[in-house]
């Protein structure tokens, strides 16, 4: 069996770990709110800006916000949405799962965002093409990342979603089709009374720019908005880690404060029996 002392230290360590466990369970619980109100903001502005652009747009499909004669790269762009660090649980390892399923070298080029994403593909023998951190700010500037993916023709993100504190999940979207598919559902609750057409109001240098810049302006919010719920995920996949090991880490600690005074009744009652023992060869050498 071993000593108390020894027993004792590791309880120490243990309980320490439940105060470090339960204190980033309490940051990531304050770090939902704060998110999860930034995702609430962001698809009330996408509304207002679809709008818009619904009525000034001259071509059916979503550009990105290319020139006319701007030809992109024939390949398909993956985005990866990962965590900075690994203390996210396995929310980034069943990202990365579902990035090697999907991927082709010949067919596919990979920008990836977070460090922990970066390790991750890269132990899957993955060389990324690009690579950015994963913002520490609430203010997130995306456009490096749209300056990229309008280079390419077909652009597919790969994030964590979030469902609720106890699940999230992994989703993979083609990009245009993630915003034709917001616009459509902008349309049903944002129709206004005042159209915007050349006939009432004047665009300058001309229709195609302006919805081009709308364009960029939507897909900066669609790339916001990924970012922002994968981040809301990352942080709901860490709390629930986080509870998770602190009830392990509790539950250890009452184990381990049990053996301790196990022990420490044994050296006790070892000691006891020493001294009788003593005691009795002492008073038989008397005799």
Known sequence: MRRPLQIKAEEDSVRSVVSLTSALETLSSMQIAKTKNKVLISNQFFDEVWNIYKQIRVDVMFNFGRKIDEKP??????????????????????????VVDHYDETKNDVLVIGHHGALKLKQAHIDHTYYFDLPEHDYINVDPLMDITRKYAKSRIFYQHYISLSQQDIKDVDLSEVVSSKGRTADLSTVGKDLVTEKTYIFE?????????????????????????????????RFKAMSAAKERSIANAAELRLEFNRAKRNLVDTRLKESLAGLKKIRAGGA
């Open 73 to 98: 790269i024939e390949k398909e762009l993956l985005i990866l949405i990962t965590a900075k660090a690994g203390l996210s649980g396995d929310i980034d390892n069943r990202l990365i799962k579902k």
């Open 205 to 237: 240098p001309s229709s195609y720019q302006v919805a081009a810049y709308l364009e960029n302006s939507i897909l900066r919010l669609t790339i916001s908005q990924f970012i922002y719920d994968s981040r809301l995920a990352q942080v709901a996949s």
